[in-house]
């Protein structure tokens, strides 16, 4: 009988520490040793879903093939593994009240009084276990949100003191991440951040069987054994997880510390059906091509929340892969829109070798991503426009090319004349703002001899979506005829999803987001291409 077994990650002393890269670094190296596993998040904040968040308050929003709008974790969680999340993989504490209200409305508590314990941690463990109830996995990694001590977790850390007993011996473990911080006056490592925040676990009824702490020193015997002993683990069960120069290291660390044999002797796997380390050669490969590049290049990033880089994580990341796949290192130039003018654009683009023109929401910033692509087009500098970026190319292109000086997007002037760019018709009785967009994946069609097809070699794709606002197709007769040719559109709406300029050097524009498929054994396409066009331009420059 298929028994799947959980791993719970939790955090504690600060955040930021890395459950989501530990998280996905184990999944991925238990994967390379043939156990079917995924990874699930639980965050404890109210908001459904981080659909309607701020980039400032959250960082990137990420989308899922099935249009889960979720945490940006999962988008580490897919690079990883390369396997497709969906809605189960995160669970917000929102969703948990939400569906035990509406269930209390409805009756089907048969007028019990309703409280936490029983009724809201029953539904954090049902969340839990729905992954594990399709037989389809060995291993459900769970990442807790937070750190242990916070009142919004508590009802999380509730659960899985509940889970440990109902699962039976064997059948789950606590991996827990604090930081080990090295005081510089002092000149040595201290554990007693650790030796608290497991305090604080134990208090909540969780005995830790794994610590992962965080250092930017090797921790050396003595202090594995000193944690050990004082937080009741094996020695072998302290593992060091010391600052890394990229994420993509994180793994092959953790495979040198032995995480997953540990993993797999706790949970009572005997069995070791492939070598992680034959495995993982593909990885290990992409990281060494990272650390030697051949060459570098500077991409401009065009967006309005470029002071906190999680907010266009995916797009940073699928640069990486990308960059790998040339050879070459990608180095970001973040440039805030609000504060490309016209008199200083010529400055802040004249050394990069690539624009990209970032998605986005609202019209602040607008004006310096239409002057960053005019600069583009009439430079013939490669130019890449994503779902708010294509629509900015759009705009400026039948302003400056078209004669149509007031084109513009009825998101930023409900009287827009002309309109370009316009509400999608079934969005057009939309009052809710959280999962409303158009969300999730959708097939595009491919126009033979464009630049996407070249990159694809496909004459079908399928791409995901996170938008409200389209290309007005009344205006698309007048932007072929004057150069601007729709090379993918939606076999269903006839939507237009991709924008080219031929007689350009490299210009693409796409409602889709690409970056959320991009992942370290599967490059996107269109980045790979996109920087092999920016390497081009370097050599002719």
């Known amino acids: 009988m298929h028994q799947t077994k959980y791993i719970f990650v939790t955090g504690g002393v600060t955040s930021s520490l890395g459950k989501g890269i530990i998280s996905a670094s184990l999944a991925k190296l238990l994967q390379a040793r043939g156990y079917n596993t995924t990874i699930q998040k639980l965050d404890p904040y109210l908001n459904v879903d981080p659909g309607t968040l701020n980039p400032y308050e959250h960082g990137e929003c990420y989308v899922t093939e099935d249009g889960a709008e979720t945490d940006l974790d999962l988008g580490h969680y897919e690079r990883f593994l390369n396997l497709h999340t969906a809605q189960a993989n995160n669970v917000t504490t929102g969703k948990i009240y939400q569906s035990v209200i509406n269930r209390e409305r409805k009756g089907d508590f048969l007028g019990k009084t309703v409280q936490v314990i029983p009724h809201i941690t029953d539904e954090i463990k049902y969340r839990i276990k729905l992954l594990g109830s399709k037989k389809k996995f060995d291993v459900v990694i769970t990442e807790i949100g937070g750190t242990v001590g916070d009142i919004e977790s508590l009802p999380y850390i ?40 497991v305090k604080a676990l134990l208090e909540a009824g969780v005995q830790p069987d794994i610590l992962v702490l965080r250092t930017e020193k090797n921790l050396g015997d003595d202090i594995r054994g000193k944690v050990a002993r004082f937080c009741n683990v094996e020695k072998d069960c302290v593992i060091e997880s010391i600052d890394a120069s990229s994420i993509y290291e994180v793994p092959m660390l953790m495979m040198t510390e032995g995480l997953d044999r540990t993993v797999l002797r706790k949970l009572g796997y005997s069995k070791d059906p492939k070598n992680s380390e034959k ?10 091509k990272l650390k030697n590049p051949e060459s570098e290049i500077t991409v401009a990033l065009i967006g309005k929340y470029t002071s906190l880089p999680d907010a266009y994580k995916s797009i940073s990341e699928a640069f990486i892969h990308a960059g790998v796949a040339n050879g070459t290192k990608v180095k970001l130039k973040m440039l805030n829109s609000e504060l490309v003018s016209a008199e200083n654009i010529g400055e802040l683009l004249a050394n990069v070798q690539g624009i990209l023109v970032a998605p986005g929401f609202g019209e602040r910033g607008i004006d310096g991503k239409i002057r960053a692509v005019k600069y ?41 004349a002309p309109p370009v760019i316009d509400l999608m ?32 070699r496909i004459d079908e794709i399928s791409e995901r979506h996170r938008h409200r606002y389209e290309l007005n197709n009344k205006y698309l007769d ?14 269903d709406t006839n939507l237009v999803e991709i924008v080219e300029i031929p007689s350009h050097r490299w210009f693409v524009g796409v409602q889709f987001h690409p970056e959320y498929k991009s992942t370290v054994l599967n490059p996107h396409p269109i980045f790979v291409s996109f920087v092999e066009a920016a390497l081009a331009y370097a050599r002719h420059t």
């Open 158 to 197: 509730e659960s899985v003191r509940q889970l440990k007993y109902e699962l039976g011996a064997g059948n789950s473990l606590v991996i827990h991440l604090t930081l080990v911080p090295y005081l510089a006056a002092a000149g040595e490592l201290k554990t007693k951040p650790t030796q608290h925040s």
């Open 279 to 288: 495995e993982m050669n593909a990885w290990i490969k992409f990281v060494d």
């Open 376 to 416: 583009a087009r009439e430079n013939n500098v490669p130019f890449f426009g994503i779902c708010l970026g294509m629509q900015c190319a759009v705009i400026e292109f039948s302003r400056n090319v078209l004669g149509m000086t007031d084109a513009n997007s009825t998101e930023f002037n409900l009287k827009a």
């Open 425 to 456: 018709e079934e969005q057009k009785y939309v009052t809710d703002k959280g999962g409303t967009m158009r969300l999730g994946a959708y097939p595009c069609i491919l126009k033979h001899r464009s630049k996407v097809h070249e990159a694809y």
């Open 478 to 491: 007048a932007l072929e005829k004057n150069g601007m040719k729709a090379t993918g559109h939606n076999p």
